[in-house]
Each structure stands twice: as structure tokens, then as C-alpha cells.
């Protein structure tokens, strides 16, 4: 058994919050749990409070678990499991990977984490967080790095790369991303998406996520400024178009020849 296979139930990390009944993270009905800290600040951020490392509650594995338990009939019924979210579960890699294992191995779950990519590879290979989930819910927020930077204070060389990782090493992928109207909904930036995605194994589902503002509240209770004063959410027609141009984008990947050599699986589109 190597190291990161080892159950380590006393493992412990940072929660903000739980959620029992989660629907719209992973496959079937899930438990999601929503970790403290990120390295991004995502202008559209709807959970900023948990952006703060220190915040948030001290939990190991085996309290988790217990939080699960009641529960489990719900999730292996629906086909569902666990998602670790966030903030940015990568940031706590060692007790994400603790937890899934362990849920995996108590209980038989199948196991998620909802992450930006923000991430070196080798980090998370190191601690077996990787080999520990079924699928990564993949959160793509501009291929154009400037803007990138602009949108979340960080450049994206280091998610496009996760990104490749995942594709190369044979992981699971569902690429999700944000439609905020006059932001991320551009014409060139749809296609670099579409193309980016067309370059990608192991993508098999493409979720458009429209933009809301359901969290600026809490941007006003922390005193941060919020930047989005004013954009309204997509429209479905707004939402069906972009959902056709990063097709195209994939679609034009796949005529000439940049896909990866086994071609990539088609993928679902879901908003």
C-alpha cells in the first residue's frame, strides 16, 4: 500500500459549511462539503467569506463521516456521493484526499471535487487527491490570460495545466464555466474555450453556469466593493448561443487535428 492510500480518519482541515442535499455538484444527490480558503477572487464570487484560510471550523475525517451517515441511503439510491468545494479544496489536498478515501472505502461513495485548477499537478498527485477522485468539476473562467487575471486576480497557466494533467493522466472532467453577459460571454473567447476543450480527454460534460448575484450580499456585509454592479444574469437565448459557439470551438479543434490522439469524447452540455 503506498503512503497516500493509507485511511487517515484523524485528518483534519478547515469547513466553512455542509450541505446534505446537494443537487447541482456531481452526479446524482450529494454531500458537499464547502472548505474555508482560496487563492482566487473571483469578481462573480457568490461565497467571498470563504476566502479567509483561518476561517470557518477545525473538522477531521471521522466527523465528516458522521455528518454523512445519516444520509446515505439519499445518495447511493440517486447514484450521488461526496463533492469537496469551496473556496479551493486543492488548498487543503491532504485532507481532501484523507476524506474521500475514507468515504470511499466506509461506505462505497463515489467521490468529486469542485475545483478552479488552480493547482500544481504534482501537488496533488503527492498526497493521492487525484487517484481519490472519481471526477473533477473543472471550473474554466477565461482562456485569455490578461482577462483572466482581471476576473480573478490570478493568471491561469497553472489551470490550463492541471487542466492538461487530467486530460493526460486519464482523469474524469466536467468542464464548468461562468456566462456573465459583456464578461466572460465574448465571441473569441468562447471559441479559445470550445478549441481548449476540443484539445481535452476525458470531458464528459460542459456546464454553463449563468451568472447571479444571489452572494453580493455577502460582499456588502464583508465591505468588499463589488465590481458587477449592474450585470444583469444571462437569457436563455444568451445561454443557448454560447453553448453553440464554444461547440464550434470544439468542433473546429477536432478538423484540424489538435485533439489529443485517442480524440476526446463528446461531450454533454448542461446550463
Known sequence: MRHHD??????????HSIETFGTMDGPGIRFVLFLQGCALRCRYC?????????????????????????????YR???????????????????????LRAAKHRYGLHTA????????PAHAEACGLLDAADLVLLDLKMMDAARHEDLTTQPNERILRFA??????????????VLIPGVTDRREDLLALGRFIGTLRGVDKLELL????MGVYKWQQLGIPYTLEGVQEPTQREIERAKRIIEEGRQEASRTGCTASSGPRIPQYGA
Open 77 to 99: 439510491q440517486s447514484g450521488g456521493g461526496i463533492t469537496i468545494s469551496g473556496g479551493e479544496p486543492t488548498l487543503q489536498a491532504p485532507f481532501v484526499a484523507a476524506l
Open 210 to 213: 449563468p451568472y447571479h448575484r
Open 46 to 74: 457568490h461565497n467571498p467569506d470563504t476566502w479567509d484560510t483561518s476561517a470557518g471550523r477545525e473538522m477531521d475525517v471521522e466527523a465528516v463521516l458522521a455528518e454523512i451517515e445519516p444520509y446515505l441511503d439519499y
Open 6 to 15: 493509507r485511511l487517515d480518519t484523524a485528518a483534519t482541515g478547515r469547513v
Open 113 to 120: 471535487i469542485d475545483s478552479s485548477g488552480f493547482c500544481e
Open 164 to 177: 492538461r494533467h487530467l486530460s493526460d493522466t486519464g482523469r474524469r472532467m466536467w468542464i464548468r464555466h
